[in-house]
């Protein structure tokens, strides 16, 4: 029998005992791994994400996008003009993180990006721009600044400039996610743009219509208790409801920052399955509490600026910036004139597994890189 010591480390296959030499070669040729030489690479203390705390900024995604509209036809084929954020720590995939897609999307004056439906769902957030709906299913909703609006999964879409100005948006989609389950499928409309269906914005009248209350829409802090597989009815989530409650909040509240997930109002679950949104708002002078969670998320700057420290890393952001905060990663944030934040998250799913964790962190982490 061989020495423990000749028994290879995590990721070595080399000994030399010349009967466990050849077992190893035997066992590569077999096209298997033995668990005993990489337990360390696969069964880690804390998540090990491949992707890096990143932000990428307005000041470069916005001409980046000028130029396309003026370059770049929407048309089948590309179906999208969309700038994806693509992670550095993830080998040039075009993922702002490992399960998540985010992304800006922009459409000229009288422009119409294709219908069509895929899988993975998605959510929009309008950062500038007016004049632009998204059809879903026949319902078409106006898209202005502050918005989110919902394609959830399988839902046909279109998006449709009827103005004469640019207008932006951030996408974000669980797309990383359905492709690591094998589950992506995508299907073009068989017309440039499905029909709309009555009068625009159809979810939100039969909503309140059933009595339903903007209140019903948006919960303080995050959501911690139902899971639902149906994605929200309502598809569209107006600025100046969620505005008005982060300003109760923030009034009501001593807590340097305050926050809001959008709901389904059926159920009181994440808007979508696999996806959480939420709108942050920090007082002015206002330093959050810094903390970590299993899971990725994407922020957008909306409003104010300010600089978020990201796993001791400092990030200074400005309205549109947009930024990543990988799973497990601290993160705290500050402003000093005050600031709203949007944020998209995979927790759902990680809660309907059972594996979501958060920690709160006693002290501000150490800043070790600056990111200006």
Same mark, same amino acid.
């Given at each position: ?19 466990l030499?050849?077992?190893y070669?035997?066992?590569e040729?077999a ?28 000041s470069a ?7 396309a509209?003026r370059l ?7 179906e ?29 004056p009288r422009?119409? /990006? $294709? %219908?069509?439906?895929?899988?993975? +769902?998605a959510? =929009?957030?309008?950062?500038?721009? #007016?004049?632009v709906?998204?059809? !879903? ?39 990383p ?9 995508f299907?073009?409309?068989p ?13 939100e009248?039969e909503?309140?219509a059933?009595?339903? /209350? $903007? %209140?019903?829409?948006?919960?303080? +802090?995050?959501? =911690?208790?139902?899971?639902?597989p #149906?994605?929200s009815?309502?598809? !569209? ?6 505005d ?18 959008f ?13 959480s ?13 810094p ?24 990030f200074?952001w ?45 002290a ?9």
């Amino acid at each position: 029998m061989s020495t423990a010591e000749e028994t290879p480390k995590a990721g070595e296959s080399q000994t030399t005992d010349p009967e466990l030499s050849a077992l190893y070669r035997d066992i590569e040729a077999a096209g298997l791994r033995p668990l005993w030489t990489i337990t360390e690479q696969l069964l880690t203390p804390t998540p090990r994400p491949r992707a890096v705390p990143w932000l990428w900024r307005a000041s470069a995604l916005r001409p980046l996008a000028e130029r396309a509209i003026r370059l770049v036809p929407v048309e089948r084929g590309g179906e999208r003009r969309v700038l994806s954020l693509t992670n550095p720590g993830l080998g040039g995939r075009p993922y702002a993180a490992g399960t998540l897609w985010g992304a800006l999307q922009c459409l000229g004056p009288r422009e119409t /990006a $294709p %219908a069509h439906r895929h899988t993975p +769902g998605a959510i =929009r957030f309008v950062t500038e721009g #007016e004049g632009v709906w998204t059809t !879903v299913d026949g319902d078409a909703c106006d898209m202005r600044p502050g918005d989110l609006v919902l394609t959830p999964g399988g839902a046909w879409h279109d998006h449709a400039n009827g103005g004469d100005g640019h207008m932006y948006w951030f996408d974000g989609l669980d797309l990383p996610m359905i492709e690591a389950l094998d589950a992506v499928f995508f299907e073009q409309h068989p017309e440039l743009r499905q029909p709309v269906a009555g009068e625009h914005n159809r979810s939100e009248r039969e909503f309140l219509a059933d009595g339903g /209350a $903007p %209140a019903e829409t948006m919960v303080a +802090g995050a959501v =911690r208790g139902p899971l639902d597989p #149906e994605p929200s009815r309502l598809l !569209v989530y107006r600025w100046a409801e969620t505005d008005r409650r982060l300003t109760e909040l923030a009034a009501a509240s001593e807590e340097p920052l305050v926050s809001l997930e959008f709901t389904n109002p059926c159920s009181g679950a994440s808007v979508l399955p696999t996806l959480s949104c939420g709108m942050h708002r920090l007082v002015p002078g206002g330093a959050s509490r810094p903390v970590r969670r299993s899971g990725n998320r994407v922020y957008v700057a909306f409003r104010g600026s300010g600089h978020s420290v990201l796993d001791g890393r400092r990030f200074d952001w400005r309205p549109g910036d947009m930024f990543v905060v990988p799973s497990w990663a601290a993160e705290e944030h500050h402003s000093a004139e005050g600031a709203d934040l949007f944020s998209l998250g995979d927790d759902p799913v990680l809660r309907a597994l059972g594996v979501y964790r958060e920690e709160r962190l006693s002290a501000a982490q150490e800043i070790t890189d600056v990111f200006r």
